[in-house]
Each structure stands twice: as structure tokens, then as C-alpha cells.
């Protein structure tokens, strides 16, 4: 079992997203995380989905994925050829540690984004790895609330999953009407 | 005009010459246009009923069925249909009539969210709101259910918009975003394919439905030929090569043939086509076909590698592949042909000393499989024979011999129980001229007997042989083999009641008996004889008659039973 990340271009259409979980559900494929979101072409939304399974089943579900009519594109994300983040958002108490939780926020790159009746709300985005780190370091603190994104990743360069797309490339996937009878031979 | 009307407009330009329904009242205002309409609507007694008749219609015929249903409880019976012609890749259309947009998720009154409901049981559903929006949806639908591989596409619609005013223009071209099967095989595949069919010793032709779907017999026989290796052919592929021909070795899987199986086991090379490795074919997956490299052809990509791997896989329309292969093979066969003479002693030794057979019942009752064996060698090799689920089934797969693509349905996938008469009504609609008989069990026929009915007020004369063991045959077998014979609520108690002669008289149907084996001929040729209106025969049959050969669920296909407790001889077998 390993940690995989897939990205999907799917139609912005009603219920794409529950035929997506629907999918996961059936098959018996555990989600880690679930991000969607528009895009810069507003016909298209994009998912980015952490898996944790064996190579050969990310096969599977990545065709699986594409039976999906309204699946445009996937692609899986690797560590080496891309940047992946996530963001955190965090309460914490600070009590009568106020500059050593401001000193583990800053090493983190994080920021502190609201102070009030005694608590930080501290804002980090990074790798996994960096959330964990800052997550394992503030616990001891007293960690009040807290709520994470799932993973979004893009790739590095000039290399874009939409230039994959059909539509991107100015060409669309036109199909030939038949009726009942063509369908017969 | 209205959303309704463009919708009648849309079935007929997409083809549609007849569909099976109910009305109720969300799509009730279909059913005004399509009173004008030259579309035929054959009104069903079970929305049930009439989901299988699409199917029925659309395996005979090739085209696409379709379904009629109204919003909630019409609806949702359609759910088993659905799911049945998903797992046996069934082109079907399902319009649904919905609540109005406006009451859509307040729980009104019939509301079910049938696009919800459908998703993991449909190839793809739409929820249309807006009429505009209707012909496209049609237009697309019927691409999707039917090229690919086939499926059931649901169209949910809701009421205000079949009454809203639209202009109607039926697309000449859709367009998707993803949606582009593959039909052409990739060059490299099939010279990789060539490669392994050229070195192999022991290769066999795991024949599944998709060549049936891609109308691909023709070319199957050639490949088969050319090769000169054994052909099984699955429960969904029954029909597909003859069986008559030589290469044949039945049927593999759970109630396939000892020889079939063992080829199958034996085998070094598995040329797939159109098959899906299903649970009832490989038997414990880890010890199938150990020593077989796969070839593995396919439309869908998703079916690589799913339960086996594929050293060579196909991704292709069945026909295109095989255009492609066969030339292929030709040319390498000129210089380099496997020579099968030992593989094939061993087979034909097999085939030889395990044949199909059954026991006379000791009691001097009738046995099930003599009548469905005198069954297909009376009404012969052009008639569709529709089978329900359980031990008739198997016995109409093993003792009807098929020679034609089409001449066989039944739910293969789902394991629909009520599939046969429904099923056979939509396939003598599809095939006006052809004998169609249904071979159902009393159990399977108690579920949805009612469309004869439909069949005798519509004109809809098929066949329908009762195999009664007044039982649930079936599972009475596996209660007999794995639960001490304790027979918990396997028995239907009765082969009086219900009277099936009187059941099929007052439904408007011809009814015969046949009690004694002496009288199965007369009485099938009786049978024959009646096309003014549907037959059915109830045979009331020995009860403890079980299906053989058989591998246990979940056990390999190497501990295959030729009878309770029996293995073949295997020490006595060259293999």
C-alpha cells in the first residue's frame, strides 16, 4: 500500500461529484482526501484525490475513473513532477506561551491570522510533511479546533493536464448521430 | 411545441419504433403526444416487465431498448432492469417522468431521486429541468448506451418541463469532453498478440458476450479456424461459436463442461475475447489458469487487469480487433504455426469421456433436462430461448444446442430471477417471426408471470415452458451439498398451487401439463403448433434432479464434480 495522488478534469456538470464518490464507494476504494474546485476554464471543475492503495488497484481505479462520461482527463501526480499543498487552519491556546508559539509559527512559514480572547488562529499552507510538523509541535499547546483542506497538486513547467483535454486543443469530440438502425448490423 | 412532444420527437429520430411503459403522473404528459405518435407503446402490467422486454428486444435485435416509467415507484422498479442490463452491458434508454423542478427535493408526493438511485447501476443517468435541454439529452443517450461498451442510460425529466413550451431540433452531432471509447486496436497490441498465439502449445478461445455485442461470430469462426484451438463460450457468449463445430468445447465455469473447464485450467495462453473473468467462470481466482499468459481483448479498459492479469492487452471494438488479428495471423502462420495435436488429444480424450448427461429419475417422473434437451432439438436452432435464474438456466445453457449469436438471453451478470417471460415478451416483439420460448422455473415465473397478460392483449405470442419442481431448484442444490440437506424455505410445496394451466387461462394464454416422460414430445409439438396466443406448459418435473458438472463457489476449478462426491478420473487423463 502506498500513497497516491490523482488529478481529474471533469465536466462542471450536476452530480459530478457524487458519481465520483458513488464510484469510490462501490468499489471499495478509500479516499484520504477530496479537494474540488473551478478552474480557469469555467466549463470544467478539477478534483484532486489522495488514495492510499497498491499500484496495480491505482490502475483500476483510474479506469474506472474514466468510464465516468463527464471525466475529462486524470493524471497522476508524483512527488518528483509536482507541487502539492495543502492548508491548515488552527486554534490554539496561548496561555502564558505566547512567543514560543510564535516562534513554531514562524518556523513553519505560518501565520498568524487572528488573536482574540486568548487563543491564535494560526494559517499554514505546505507540503504534508510541513502540516504534520507544525500540527506535532502545537499539540502540546492545547490545540482548541482545527480544519485541513485536502491535498491540491499541479504540475511543474510548462506541462498542464488540461493541454490533454480535447476541448484545449480547439478539437471537440464530435460523434455522429445514428439512429436505431445504425446501431444494427 | 411542449417539452413532451419534443421528447416523442427526439425517440422517433433517434429511431425508436417501439418502447415498453406505464404511465402515472409525471410523465403523464408524454403519454398525450405519444398517442399521435407511430412509435409503438406497449403498456405493461409491472414497470419491471418492462425494463427486461427492452432488454429483451435490445439482445435479439442489437438496438437499443427502451423504457417508460413514471417519477418514484415506477421509477425505482426500474432499479433491477437497470442493474440487470449494466451487468450484462445491455443498451438500454430509461426516461422517467420527475416531480416538477420546483418540488424536486421536498419529498413530494412519488419523488424518488432516480438519478441518485441509478448511479453505480446505469452506464450514465441525466436529470433534465430545462425542455431546451431534452433532444441533446436523447440524442446522447442513445450514443452512450450504444456505442462502447453497451449500458443503460436512465433519462430522469422533470414533469414542468415536458409542459413547458420549447422549439424541437434534434442534433446532427454531440460532443463530449472525455467520452471516446476506443475502437481501433493499438498495432502494437495485436503484433505482441501474434507473437504469444505463434509460440503457444495449449491456447484456448475464452469467448465472452462482447463478441455477441460486437457482432463479431463471423470473424470468431474464422480466427477459430485459422488456429485450429479449442472455443468455450461463457454463459453470455452461448450461441456465439456453434455448438455443433468441432473446436467447441461447451461451456466453462461453475456448470461448465469438464472439458471446457479444463482447457481453461490446462491452457498456456487464454486469447480473451470479450470476457470479464467473472468469479463463476475462473472459480478460486489464485488457482485459475496458472500457466496461461492472457490475451485479453476488450472495449472496455477498465475490464484489463480487474481480476486478471493481462500480458497482452486489446483495447477495441471485437470486430475491428479480429479484422486486424486474423490477416495478422495469416502471415505469421506461413511461417511458423503452433502445432496443437497433443493438446488437442488430451481435450478431445476429455471431451469424449465427459460429455453432458443426467440421470433418468428413479421414480419414473420427468426429468427437468429432458425436457429442455427435446425442448431445443424440437424447436431447433432459429428459435430465442430465454432462460430465468437457477438450476433451468444452467440446464437450458447445457442441453439446448445453440448455432446462432442471439438466440440465447438470459441474465447473466445479476442473476435476475423473473427475468425470462418479461425478457422473451420484449425479445418476440424485437423478432415477430421467430419461436421464442421462455424456460422458466416456478419460482422465477411467480415473480413476474403478469406480462402475459401484456403478451395476450398485444399480440405478443411467446412460449413458456414451466420447469416445475416446486422448488427453488437452485438453492435447494447448494442446501443439499452444503447445509446437510436442511431445506429451509426452498420450498414452494406445491406443484398444484398455484394451477399454472388455470393461471395461464385466465391471462389469456393457452395452458398444457405434461406429467409423464412419455408425453414431453406431444405436448412440446402442442405447443408449437399454438401462435395465436402465448403457451404456457407447466412440466411438472423431478425434484431432486441437481446441475452437474459443478465447482463449488470459492473452491478452484481443479476440484470440478462430475456428480456428488465424483472427480473426474484424472490419474486416467493425459494432461
Not at chain 2, 48 to 58: E, L, M, R, S, V
Amino acid at each position: 500500500m502506498s500513497t497516491h495522488t490523482l488529478a481529474v478534469l471533469v465536466e462542471n456538470s450536476p452530480g459530478v461529484l457524487a458519481r465520483v464518490a458513488s464510484l469510490f464507494s462501490r468499489r471499495a476504494y478509500n479516499i484520504d482526501s477530496l479537494a474540488v474546485g473551478p478552474t480557469e476554464n469555467p466549463d470544467i471543475s478539477r478534483m484532486t484525490i489522495v488514495l492510499n492503495l497498491d499500484g496495480h488497484v491505482l490502475d483500476q481505479v483510474m479506469a474506472q475513473l474514466y468510464k465516468l462520461v463527464n471525466v475529462i482527463a486524470i493524471s497522476e501526480m508524483t512527488d518528483n513532477t509536482t507541487i502539492k499543498r495543502e492548508l491548515l487552519l488552527v486554534k490554539v491556546e496561548t496561555g502564558s506561551h505566547r512567543n514560543e508559539l510564535a516562534a513554531i509559527v514562524e518556523k513553519y512559514s505560518a501565520v498568524i491570522v487572528n488573536e482574540d480572547e486568548g487563543f491564535f488562529t494560526v494559517e499554514a499552507t505546505g507540503v504534508p510533511a510541513q502540516i504534520e510538523g507544525l500540527l506535532n509541535e502545537l499539540t502540546p499547546y492545547g490545540i482548541k479546533e482545527l480544519v485541513q483542506s485536502g491535498l491540491v497538486a499541479l504540475e511543474k513547467g510548462s506541462a498542464a493536464l488540461s493541454d490533454r483535454t480535447l476541448s484545449a486543443q480547439g478539437i471537440s469530440t464530435l460523434h455522429e448521430i445514428g439512429t436505431q438502425a445504425d446501431y444494427q448490423n | 411545441m411542449t417539452g413532451a412532444s419534443s421528447l416523442v420527437k427526439s425517440l422517433e429520430a433517434a429511431g425508436v419504433d417501439v418502447m415498453f411503459g406505464i404511465p402515472g403522473g409525471a410523465v403523464l404528459p408524454v403519454y398525450d403526444p405519444l398517442f399521435d405518435s407511430k412509435i409503438r407503446h406497449i403498456l405493461v402490467r409491472h414497470e419491471q416487465g418492462a425494463g427486461h422486454a427492452a432488454t429483451g428486444y435490445a439482445q435479439v435485435t442489437g438496438r437499443v431498448g427502451v423504457c417508460m416509467a413514471t417519477s418514484g415507484p415506477g421509477a425505482t422498479n426500474l432499479v433491477t432492469p437497470l442493474a440487470d442490463a449494466q451487468m450484462d452491458s445491455v443498451p438500454l434508454v430509461a426516461i422517467t417522468g420527475q416531480v416538477p423542478s420546483a418540488a424536486i427535493g421536498t419529498d413530494a408526493f412519488q419523488e424518488a431521486d432516480i438519478r441518485g438511485i441509478t448511479m453505480p447501476i446505469t452506464k450514465h443517468n441525466y436529470l433534465v429541468t430545462n425542455p431546451d435541454d431534452i433532444p441533446r439529452a436523447i440524442a446522447e443517450a442513445f450514443h452512450i448506451a450504444s456505442t462502447g461498451r453497451p449500458g443503460p442510460v436512465l433519462v430522469d425529466i422533470a414533469k414542468d418541463a415536458l409542459q413547458k413550451m420549447t422549439n424541437f431540433s434534434y442534433p446532427t452531432s454531440i460532443q463530449f469532453a472525455g467520452y471516446k471509447p476506443q475502437v481501433e486496436p493499438d498495432a502494437q497490441a495485436i503484433r505482441d498478440a501474434v507473437a504469444l498465439i505463434a509460440q503457444a502449445k495449449k491456447p484456448v478461445f475464452y469467448v465472452g458476450g462482447g463478441i455477441i455485442k460486437a457482432n463479431a461470430s463471423r470473424q470468431l469462426m474464422q480466427i477459430a479456424e485459422l488456429l485450429g484451438a479449442p472455443v468455450v463460450t461463457t454463459l453470455m457468449a452461448r450461441g456465439a461459436f456453434p455448438d455443433s463445430h468441432n473446436l467447441h468445447l461447451g461451456m466453462p465455469g461453475m456448470h461448465g463442461t469438464v472439458a471446457a473447464v479444463t482447457a481453461l485450467q490446462k491452457s498456456d495462453l487464454l486469447i480473451t475475447l470479450g470476457a470479464r473473468f467473472d468469479d463463476r467462470v475462473t472459480g478460486k481466482l489464485s488457482s485459475f489458469a496458472v500457466n496461461a499468459k492472457v490475451i485479453h481483448a476488450d472495449i472496455d479498459p477498465a475490464e484489463i487487469g480487474k481480476n486478471r492479469f493481462a500480458d497482452v492487452p486489446i483495447i477495441g471494438d471485437l470486430a475491428h480487433t479480429l479484422n486486424v488479428l486474423i490477416p495478422a495471423l495469416q502471415a505469421e502462420f506461413k511461417k511458423n504455426k503452433p502445432d496443437l495435436t497433443v493438446w488437442w488429444r488430451q481435450m478431445s480424450s476429455l471431451r469424449a469421456t465427459y460429455p453432458l448427461g443426467y440421470d433418468k429419475p428413479a421414480d419414473g417422473s420427468v426429468s427437468p433436462q429432458y425436457v429442455i434437451e427435446r425442448l431445443g432439438a424440437i424447436s431447433g436452432p432459429d428459435s430465442i430461448y430465454v432462460a430465468g435464474v437457477g438450476q433451468h438456466q444452467m440446464w437450458a445453457s447445457q442441453f439446448v444446442k445453440y448455432e446462432k449469436p442471439r438466440t440465447w438471453l438470459n441474465s447473466g451478470g445479476l442473476g435476475t430471477m423473473g427475468y425470462a417471460v418479461p425478457a422473451a415478451m420484449g425479445a418476440k416483439v424485437g423478432m415477430p417471426d421467430t419461436t421464442v420460448w421462455a424456460i422458466d422455473g416456478d419460482g422465477c415465473f411467480q415473480m413476474t408471470n403478469q406480462e402475459l397478460v401484456t403478451c395476450a392483449l398485444n399480440n405478443i405470442p411467446i412460449k413458456v415452458a414451466i420447469i416445475n419442481n416446486e422448488s427453488l431448484g437452485m438453492v435447494r442444490q447448494w442446501q443439499t451439498m452444503f447445509y446437510e440437506g436442511r431445506y429451509s424455505n426452498t420450498s414452494l410445496h406445491s406443484k398444484r398451487i398455484p394451477d399454472f394451466v388455470k393461471l395461464a387461462d385466465a391471462m389469456g394464454c393457452a395452458g398444457l401439463r405434461c406429467e409423464r416422460p412419455e408425453d414431453v414430445d406431444a405436448v412440446i409439438k402442442e405447443a408449437m403448433s399454438i401462435n395465436d396466443q402465448p403457451v404456457v406448459v407447466d412440466f411438472r418435473v423431478f425434484r431432486d434432479a441437481m446441475v452437474w458438472p459443478m465447482v463449488a463457489a470459492g473452491t478452484s476449478n481443479d476440484e470440478i464434480m462430475i456428480a456428488r462426491g465424483i472427480a473426474p478420473d484424472w490419474d486416467s487423463q493425459e494432461l
